[in-house]
C-alpha cells in the first residue's frame, strides 16, 4: 500500500490524479478503466473540498492505493463534516436542458464508473471513502 | 491548460488543451464568459486535445449551452470528444444537451 497526504485545495487534483494514475497503470488497468478510477477520485476530492471542508485550504486528503491482482483499490481519508451518502440525490437524467441541477452528478457518476463504493465515519479516522475498480 | 479563442464571421472556435477539473474548469469558464458577454452565442468548443474532464468542467459547458440557446440564439457545439469524456457525460444524461462533430470545419459549417 502507498499512501500520499495531499492540501485540500483545486492545484492537489492535478498530483492526486497522477498519483492514482499510476498505481492504476501498476495495476494493469486498461486506459478506460484508468479514466474511470482517474475521474471518480477527482470528483471524491472535489467533493471533499467543496462539502466535507466548505472551501479550498481548509484541510488534508490522505490517499491511499492498494495493487491486488485482480484489482485496484483507492482509499481517501478526509477530517471534514461528514455525509450521509443516501441522502445525495441521483440526478434527473432525462431533465430539460434549462432544468438541469448540479447536486449529485459527481456522486452517481463515481457510483457508476466504479465496482465498489464504501463509505464510513468515525470519530478517530474521520471520513473514509473506499473505491475499488476491478481488472 | 491552454485556451485559445478565434473569432469566426459566423461563429468563435474555442480550443482548449489537457485536463479540465476544478482547478482549471474556472479559465475555461472565462473564456466561454468572455464570448457571451460581448453578445456571441455561436460557439465551437475544440476538445481533441482535452485529456480530462471532471463534472465541474461538464457544467462550464452546461451553463454556457444555457446562456446560448437561451432565445434560440445561437448554441456551444463540441468537436472531437475523447471516448471516455464522451461515456461519462452520457452517464449521467448530459451528452444529449451537445452536438459533437468529428472536425471543426464540419462545426463551423453547421452554424
Known amino acids: 500500500m502507498r499512501t500520499a497526504t495531499f492540501p485540500g485545495d483545486y492545484k492537489s487534483l492535478e498530483k492526486i490524479s497522477e498519483f492514482v494514475v499510476q498505481a492504476a497503470r501498476q495495476a494493469g488497468l486498461n486506459e478506460h478503466a484508468t479514466y474511470q478510477v482517474d475521474l471518480a477520485v477527482d470528483e471524491a476530492c472535489c467533493n471533499i473540498i467543496d462539502h466535507a471542508y466548505g472551501g479550498e485550504g481548509l484541510g488534508e486528503m490522505t490517499c491511499s492505493v492498494e495493487i491486488h491482482p485482480d484489482k485496484l483499490t483507492v482509499i481517501i481519508k478526509d477530517t471534514g463534516r461528514p455525509f450521509d451518502p443516501s441522502r445525495v440525490p441521483e440526478p434527473k437524467l432525462d431533465a430539460p436542458l434549462e432544468e438541469v441541477k448540479r447536486r449529485g452528478a459527481g456522486f452517481y457518476l463515481m457510483r457508476k464508473i466504479m465496482d465498489e463504493l464504501h463509505y464510513k465515519h468515525s470519530p478517530e479516522e474521520g471520513n473514509v471513502l473506499v473505491l475499488v475498480k476491478k481488472k | ?111
Open chain 2, 1 to 111: 491548460m491552454e485556451i485559445s479563442t478565434t473569432q469566426f464571421k459566423r461563429c468563435d472556435v474555442v480550443k482548449a488543451s489537457g485536463r479540465v477539473d476544478s482547478s482549471t474548469a474556472p479559465e475555461l469558464e472565462q473564456a466561454l464568459n468572455a464570448i457571451t458577454n460581448a453578445g456571441r452565442y455561436k460557439i465551437v468548443l475544440d476538445m481533441s486535445d482535452i485529456t480530462f474532464m471532471s463534472s465541474k468542467g461538464w457544467w462550464v459547458l452546461i451553463d454556457t449551452q444555457k446562456t446560448c440557446k437561451r432565445y434560440k440564439r445561437g448554441e456551444l457545439v463540441l468537436v472531437n470528444v475523447r471516448g471516455e469524456i464522451r461515456s461519462s457525460l452520457d452517464l449521467v444524461g448530459m451528452g444529449s444537451y451537445f452536438k459533437i462533430f468529428d472536425d471543426v470545419t464540419t462545426a463551423v459549417g453547421s452554424f
